[in-house]
Each structure stands twice: as C-alpha cells, then as structure tokens.
C-alpha cells in the first residue's frame, strides 16, 4: 500500500521592533539574564499591557505579503496554561479574531514547476520566556525573562506540504518575505525564527487524515527536512505492520538524526482562551489597510523576475542571488553602470560567498564594499591583470579591506602586454617544448594549453593570456624549423 504525507508548519517568526509587545522595555539580544523586564511583561499585579503600535503595522505588512486578508477587526485573547518561563500564567495571543485571515505562499520548485501553499492565519502574539538548565546530572534549571512579550508573528499553515523538500522550500520562502518586508531578520541562533512540524501519513489518493504527529521546536530548516525525512519513513513502517499510531508530542534529536517520544497528547489542550480585558480592539480601516499595502517593497518573487529580465541572470542565478536581502542589495549596487552584470553574479555566487562561508561571516560583515568589487572588475576587463591574479587580489581585499588598485600597485601585479617581452619567453618555450609543439601539430588541441600554462609560469601568471594565445598561434603556425 502506498502512502502520502500531510505536513502543516507552524512559524514563529519575532517582530523586530525596539521594545516588546505591550511595555517599553528592549528587544535586544544577548542582554545579561532578566535586565529587559518590568512590571508589565512579568505580569505583576496591577500592571496594565498598552500595545506597540509598530507590532501591529509590521504584523499587517507581513500578512499583505503572505497574501492575506487583513481583518479590520481583531482581538487579543489570553491562552491560559502554566509554565516556569510563562510568568502570568497566560500568554496574549490571537485566535478566534486574528489580525491576519486566510493568505497563500507561491512555491517554485527545482525546473519552475510552481505550487501554492494555504495559510490559515498569521497572527500576533508575545513570546514566553526561556529556560536555561545546568548541563550537570541533576543540576538546577534557572529561569530568563528577557523574551517575555517580545512580539511574534505565527504563521499557520493549511495541510497542503507534501514533501521534506517543499517544507523546506517554503520555510525558505517565508524567511525572504519576511527579511524583505523588514518584519524580522530570521535569525535562527538568537531565536528568531522558530518552527513546529504537524505529519500525519495517510493512503494515497484519500482525503481523509492520518494520526498527527508533532515535533516541536526545530532550529534549522535542514533539520525540519530530516525530522520529516525520518518521520515518513517511521510512519510508513509503523502502518503497513498494522500498528495503530497515537498522537504524539515529539522531538528531533540531530545526533541520531531521530525523533523521539515527548508526550503523547490523547486530547487538544484546552487554553481557555477568552478576550483579554486589559486590552481593546485592533480596528483599522479600508485607508489604513491601503497605506501599507502601498507601502510594500519589492518581495523576492517579483525581483528574481527583475534580475532575469533587467540583468539576463540565469533563473538559478537569481534564485541564489536573491534568497538573501543582503546579497541582492550588494549585487545591485555593484553593478550599477557596470555592462556585464553576469560577471558579477559569476563572482558573487562563487568566490564571494565561498569565502564568507569559510569564514562564517555574513555578507553585511564583508570588507570588500559593492564599489570595491567594481573597481577589481574594471580593473581585470582593463587587461592591467588576469582573472586567475584577481582571485588573489580579491582574496587579499577580503582579509584586509584594502582597494584592488592598491594591492596591485604595492605588488606590482600588472600584466605583462608588452610584445617584445613576451616574444621572448614564448620562443623560449616553444624552444623547450619541440616534443609538445609537434602534439599541437599532429592535432592534440590540449598540448596548446599547455604551452599556455608554461608561458604563464615563466612570467608568474602576469603574461597577458590573449596576447599569448596570440604569439603562440603566430609562432607555431610558422615554425616548421622548429625542433619536431
């Protein structure tokens, strides 16, 4: 019996906003532990939650950019459950009105073949705290409220993800519209971007669910593919063995590339959610719900198109280019008045982010400016080096922050064009090599190479490689007193 999969997600993305969701204190990461809290967000009695006003704006961008419907009445509720992290005994949260409805996300898979995913709702909400536990047997776990009303949206997804490969599409997909909308970096090491997977498998051609399993706070995107990867396969086996699945709180352990039993959940939880009292209505108007939507940038769909249609960048090229703000941004900005843009592109994707990956940095921390890449391009179309000495020069811009023209200069790694110099080393070569000159003559095209690379060793790669080819050419075409 062959099976499918049903995967829903559940994306908890923070809102970059200065403060928190209903006080003024800071959002900042890495603060020592329970310095950004006050009466408000540890819930002391009396304290009263006034909303930012900067989570609601950037809540409905996020939701005109998931292609929602932004309701223009929405409600706050309080989600009651009790938790060492959760210092109210409730979290506000949106359900039954929330600020965003219904939306979509376009996937475009690996060939252009696109398929669209549903969301359910995206709604807002304050996150809880953290626990930290001593890595000792026994040891003690301590309690920092610093994320306590940081704001988060959660996106919900309809059950529509068939595949390990299209979750990971469309998490990736929703990580850029949210880096390009401004509603969060995404940044997964601080937090930022946290991810529930819903599985169930079910017979291939029904309609009907399966048993849902959940597995609760994933931490990388390769690590959803792998849960989902191994979920598949251990659901797969446990059916057709005639086992009877329960419903099941799980969690993904890297190190055994496995999930394992968290708790096993025979009813949904009952949050007793009801309206929060200290809080009124979001109400917006047709104006208001506009004036964002008119104020959307550009999303990644719609520049990838741009990039392919303004720079003939290949689809893939685009695809990579743009699933990062930062890289899009930086190569834009260098090829301003540049004419082939594709060079560029060539560079970024290969030496640049080759080097920032070895690195670990991002490409925000890079020393090597847009203009700085520019000036080492003309430079090389300019014959004053080779491409083969640019990738040192490059390198060398990397590590020191210094200009490409300067590095050149105090090295003296211009380019051999003078004819009469290079006359010389080329007859000396050919000289040395009678055996391979004869090769070239008897239709071994590769022996031409290798005369090439020897005229190129002699002069430590500053020989002009056109004016070479040019040489050799003229030389071998008439060197029939050569040595054979």
């Known amino acids: 019996m062959q099976y499918e999969a049903v995967i829903g997600l559940e994306i908890h993305v923070q809102i970059n906003t200065r403060t928190k969701t209903f006080c003024r204190c800071s959002t900042e990461f890495g603060a020592p532990p329970n310095t950004h809290t006050c009466p408000v967000c540890l819930g002391l009695p009396g304290a009263l939650p006034v909303l930012n006003e900067e989570v609601i704006k950037k809540g409905i961008t996020a939701g005109l ?3 929602c419907r932004v309701a223009k009445y929405s409600i706050f509720a309080r989600k009651n459950y009790f938790y060492p992290d959760l210092p109210k005994a409730y979290q506000i949260s949106q359900y039954a009105l929330p600020i965003n409805g219904p939306g979509r996300v376009k996937l475009v898979r690996p060939g252009g073949k696109e398929k669209w995913i549903g969301i359910t709702r995206a709604h807002l909400e304050e996150d809880a705290g953290k626990l930290v536990h001593d890595e000792a047997p026994r040891g003690p776990s301590y309690v920092d409220f610093n994320r306590c009303g940081v704001p988060l949206l959660e996106i919900v997804t309809e059950p529509d ?3 390990p490969d299209d979750a990971y599409l469309f998490l990736t997909a929703i990580k850029e519209i949210m880096q390009y909308t401004g509603v969060s970096e995404c940044n997964m090491e601080k937090g930022e971007l946290r991810v529930d997977v819903n599985i169930s498998m079910r017979e291939a051609g029904k309609d009907s ?3 849902k399993q959940e597995i609760k706070n994933m931490n990388s995107f390769a690590n959803v593919k792998r849960a989902l990867e191994y979920e598949i396969k251990r659901q797969t086996r446990l059916l057709r063995s005639g086992e009877v699945l329960t419903q099941q709180t799980r969690l993904f352990d890297p190190n055994k590339n496995a999930t394992v039993p968290m708790r096993t959940k025979e009813e949904a939880h009952d949050y007793r959610y009801f309206p929060d009292p200290d809080l009124v209505p979001v109400v917006l108007t047709s104006e208001e ?5 008119e104020e959307l940038p ?13 720079y003939n960048l290949t689809e893939y090229d685009a695809v990579n280019i743009c699933s990062s703000l930062s890289t899009a941004n930086y190569f834009e900005e260098a090829v301003r008045d540049y004419k082939q843009p594709k060079k ?4 970024i994707l290969t030496e640049l982010l080759r080097y920032l990956n070895e690195q670990k940095i991002d490409i925000d921390q890079c020393l090597v400016t847009p203009a700085m890449l520019k000036e080492l391009f003309d430079i090389m179309d300019s014959g004053v080096i080779s491409g083969k000495i640019g990738k040192d020069v490059f390198t060398e811009m990397m590590s020191s922050g210094k200009r490409a023209g300067a590095i050149v200069e105090q090295k ?4 051999v064009s003078d004819t009469g110099k290079l006359e010389g080393v080329v007859d000396e070569v050919l000289s040395e090599h009678g055996n391979v000159v004869a090769d070239y003559l008897g239709g071994k095209q590769k022996a031409f190479g290798f005369l090439v690379g020897q005229v190129m060793k002699k002069t430590k790669g500053k020989a002009n490689p056109k004016l070479v080819n040019e040489l050799l050419n003229q030389k071998i075409g008439g060197s029939d007193d050569l040595e054979q």
């Open 161 to 163: 993800i068939r595949t």
């Open 298 to 310: 550009e999303l990644p769909d719609r520049r990838r198109k741009r990039f392919v249609e303004e």
């Open 344 to 347: 560029i592109a060539n560079w």
């Open 65 to 67: 950019a998931l292609n």
């Open 289 to 293: 719900i506009s004036m964002l939507r």
């Open 209 to 211: 669910y399966g048993v």
């Open 412 to 415: 003296g790694l211009k380019q």
